[in-house]
């Protein structure tokens, strides 16, 4: 039986999803605790990998087992043995064909970014921040050259695995929220520290220090070693992950600025 899983988790102080030989990774910690209710070891593959201090609101995971559970049990019973930033939210049995990373047809990431002369303690971990005014037009300006199917050698990461540094951007919007600036970004995947990258880019432009038509240069450059640094993890959620209606999975995301209002 192949199960899929919506995961929510909070990255502050952890290594990243992928497996650690330290044990403390959130797929490990995820699979002991799948193995402990299934009572046979258990090993989940993701829609997409998040590095360190990133996010989730949407996460998706599958897994085989021969355990017979209720679905409840895979989500009441699994987040019992979890550490209270790590928590499933849905559990859906699906077809053998399905696979979480390869099934999905687009993945969506937010990073969220705080204007503000001084940093809050509060939202420090949760947001990225800039003490300079932005120039959120000019952004948005710069942020069009990105949208479409391109080559991103100039936001991927050296360490970066991916096959081809193709990807096709769909959507990639910049809105305000009182003192937040949302960006939000849907590609069929992404490169490592893609996101990021880009972030960091755009607010090279929000800030002044390059021109918007900088960052067309920078996409048609190829060249990692002329853009701007990566930017900081603490702003990244991994938002949705995009399937077919057929595998009838959960869509939608909590907002992270729910709180924000309070």
Request: glycine share 8%.
């Amino acid at each position: 039986m192949r199960l899929a899983l919506g995961l929510a988790y909070e990255g502050t102080g952890c290594p990243g999803w992928q497996t650690q030989a330290s044990g403390d990774a959130l797929q490990d910690l995820l699979e002991a605790s799948l193995g402990a209710l299934a009572g046979h070891p258990i090993a989940t593959v993701c829609a997409g990998r998040t590095d360190a201090g990133v996010h989730a609101l949407a996460q998706v995971v599958h897994f085989d087992t021969t355990a017979a559970r209720p679905l409840t049990a895979w989500v009441r019973g699994v987040n019992a043995r979890l550490p209270a930033r790590l928590a499933v939210q849905w559990a859906r049995e699906v077809p053998d064909a399905f696979h979480a990373r390869f099934s999905a047809r687009t993945r969506s990431y937010r990073y969220l970014l705080r204007r503000a002369e001084v940093q809050h303690p509060l939202w420090r971990d949760r947001v990225g921040w800039v003490f300079r005014p932005l120039d959120v037009d000019a952004m948005r300006e710069a942020a069009t050259a990105l949208v479409g199917t391109h080559d991103f050698s100039s936001f991927r990461s050296s360490q970066c695995q991916a096959k081809t540094p193709v990807r096709t951007m769909h959507r990639l919007e910049v809105a305000t929220r009182g003192e937040f600036i949302e960006l939000t970004l849907t590609a069929n995947a992404f490169l490592h520290h893609m996101v990021r990258n880009i972030v960091g880019s755009l607010v090279y432009v929000g800030t002044g220090r390059q021109p918007a038509a900088w960052v067309a240069e920078l996409l048609a450059a190829r060249r990692r070693a002329l853009g701007a640094p990566t930017f900081s993890p603490s702003g990244l959620y991994l938002a949705g992950v995009d399937y077919d209606p057929v595998f009838g999975l959960p869509t939608g995301a909590p907002d992270p600025l729910g709180a924000a209002s309070i």
